[in-house]
């Protein structure tokens, strides 16, 4: 049974860069696309992007600037980064594993952006 | 981006009683090899959300047969023939044919 297990700073300053890491228990990346998804306090789901097994990457072109995912497969994991944050990129960030739908999560981290 | 929209955004159920909620999407969800990109996630209170259906009709491991999706195009449902209690949160559409996928509002399905 593939578990998702997510970490990451959850306090940035305003401008700072996010930094989480999604590690990949009792599966392999072949396959899959590997994703992030967010949710602002009390409000719905958006998707930031994802990476498949051999690399390559999609984002949400809202985010595409500041956005970057990448994987280790050598460490089971893969990270995301987004620049320049801002108090509306407050909220509660998930990693997720794709192919027909999203059928693992993690956790979820939440994420405060305050000066 | 494609739209998605929920009906209703609120939803009060009775235990044993059915329900459905309604999602559309502002363009087609059918791709060219036949099959709808729709997916249900519920979102349990103080949960991550979990995946219920995908490409419309299809349950995903372990969900019971009590839910079940149907639909084409724009137009999807789910519906729920026995509702638990358990079955409570908030229940998310999303279309996976063009990136970047979206999320429906959410309904909120909740014990009268």
């Known amino acids: 049974q593939v578990q998702l297990q997510q970490w990451g700073a959850g306090l940035l300053k305003p401008s700072e860069t996010l930094s989480l890491t999604c590690g990949v228990y009792?599966?392999?990346?072949?396959?899959?696309?590997w994703s992030w998804i967010r949710q602002p306090p009390g409000k719905g789901l958006e998707w930031i992007g994802e990476?498949?097994?051999?690399?390559?990457?999609n984002y949400n072109s809202s985010l595409k600037s500041r956005v970057t995912i990448s994987l280790d497969t050598s460490k089971n994991q893969f990270s995301l980064k987004l620049s320049s944050v801002s108090v509306a990129d407050t909220a509660v960030y998930y990693c997720?594993?794709?192919?027909?739908?999203?059928?693992?999560w993690g956790q979820g981290t939440t994420v405060t952006v305050s000066s | 981006d494609i739209v998605m929209t929920q009906s209703p955004l609120s939803l009060p159920v009775t235990p044993g009683e059915p329900a459905s909620i309604s999602c559309r999407s502002s363009q087609s969800l059918l791709h060219t090899n036949g099959y709808n990109y729709l997916d249900w996630y519920l979102q349990k209170p103080g949960q991550s959300p979990q995946l219920l259906m995908y490409m419309g009709s299809n349950r995903a491991s372990g969900v019971p047969d009590r839910f079940s999706g149907s639909g084409s195009g724009t137009d999807f449902t789910l519906q729920i023939s026995r509702v638990e209690a358990d079955d409570v949160g908030v229940y998310y559409c999303m279309q996976a044919v063009q990136t970047p996928p979206t999320f429906g509002p959410g309904t909120r399905v909740d014990i009268k």
């Open positions: 997720a594993r794709s192919l027909n739908g999203m059928d693992v």
């Open positions: 990476i498949s097994h051999s690399g390559y990457t």
């Open positions: 009792g599966g392999s990346f072949g396959g899959y696309y």
